[in-house]
C-alpha cells in the first residue's frame, strides 16, 4: 500500500471551496495526503486546477471544480458534479470568503455589504444545504465552516463590520446545523483563526499591520495556512466524533488577550 492509501482518510471523499490557495490549498494537500479524495473548488477553473494539479503531484487524486458559492444553481451543479467524480461527498470544508478592504460601520454601501455577506454567509449556507442529502445518503458526514477571530471579537484586529458579522453568523449558523444533523451521523464545527498568512491577507497587510498583529498575539507570530490545517483535519477524522456544534480558536492566543 502507498502512504496515502494507509491514511487516516483512506477512502473518504472531502470537498474544499475557496481551494485556489491559502488555507484551503494546504487542506486539500494534508488531506490527499492521508488518503483522501479530493475534489476542489474555485470561482476560477484556473486556481482550482492548480490545487489539484498540485495534489496530483504529490501522489493524491483530486478533480477541479468551477462554482460561484454565492449562487444556488452553481452550487447544486457543482456537488452533483463532485458526488459522481468521488462517488460521494463526506467531508465538507467551506473555505471561500474574504473582503477587499477595510471601511468603517459609516463608510459600508449597500451594495459592498451584500456582497461580502453572500460570499461569507450565504456561500457556507448554500453549500451545507445542498452536501446534507449526499452525507444522509452515507449515513455519515464531518462538516467544517471557516469562520474568524473577526467574528470573536471587535478588538481582534482591522476587519470590517460586514466580515467580522458574517463569520460570527457562520458560528451560530453551524451550531443549528450540528443539532439538527447529529441524529443523522453528521457533525458540523467551526473554526475561527487568527490573521493567517495568505496570498489575500499578505495582500492587504503593511510591514506595521503585521508588526502590530504580531505583537497582539502571545505565540509571536502570524499563522501560517498549516497552523489551521491541523485543526480542520482532526475535526474531520474519527478522533472528533463525539465533537459537533463547537467553535475552535485557532490565533496563537490573541482572542484571550482582546
Not at 475535526?235 to 490573541?254: C, E, F, K, M, P
Request: glycine content about 10%.
Amino acid at each position: 500500500m502507498t502512504s496515502h492509501e494507509q491514511g487516516r482518510f483512506a477512502g473518504r471523499t472531502v470537498l474544499i471551496t475557496g481551494a485556489g490557495g491559502g488555507i484551503a490549498r494546504a487542506c486539500a494537500l494534508r488531506f490527499a495526503a492521508e488518503g483522501a479524495i479530493v475534489s476542489v473548488t474555485d470561482i476560477n477553473m484556473d486556481a482550482a486546477q492548480a490545487t489539484a494539479d498540485a495534489v496530483r503531484d504529490t501522489g493524491g487524486t483530486a478533480y477541479a471544480f468551477v462554482a460561484d458559492v454565492t449562487d444556488r444553481t452553481s452550487v447544486d451543479t457543482m456537488m452533483a458534479e463532485a458526488a459522481d467524480a468521488m462517488g460521494g461527498i463526506g467531508v465538507l470544508v467551506t473555505c471561500a470568503g474574504g473582503y477587499t478592504s477595510y471601511a468603517r460601520f459609516d463608510e459600508i454601501e449597500d451594495e459592498d455589504w451584500d456582497r461580502v455577506l453572500d460570499l461569507n454567509l450565504r456561500s457556507v449556507f448554500l453549500c451545507c444545504t445542498a452536501v446534507l442529502p449526499y452525507m444522509k445518503k452515507g449515513g455519515w458526514g464531518r462538516i467544517v465552516n471557516l469562520g474568524s477571530l473577526a467574528g470573536r471579537s471587535t478588538s481582534a484586529g482591522s476587519s470590517p463590520v460586514h466580515y467580522a458579522s458574517a463569520k460570527a453568523a457562520v458560528s451560530m449558523m453551524t451550531q443549528y446545523l450540528a443539532k439538527d444533523m447529529a441524529p443523522m451521523g453528521i457533525t458540523a464545527n467551526t473554526v475561527a483563526p487568527g490573521t493567517t498568512r495568505t496570498a489575500r491577507v499578505n495582500a492587504l497587510l503593511t510591514p506595521e499591520k503585521e508588526d502590530t498583529f504580531s505583537k497582539m498575539t502571545p505565540v509571536g507570530r502570524l499563522a501560517e495556512p498549516e497552523d489551521i490545517v491541523g485543526v480542520i483535519t482532526f475535526l474531520a477524522s474519527d478522533d472528533a466524533r463525539y465533537v459537533t456544534g463547537t467553535t475552535i480558536d485557532v490565533n496563537g492566543g490573541r482572542l484571550m488577550l482582546v
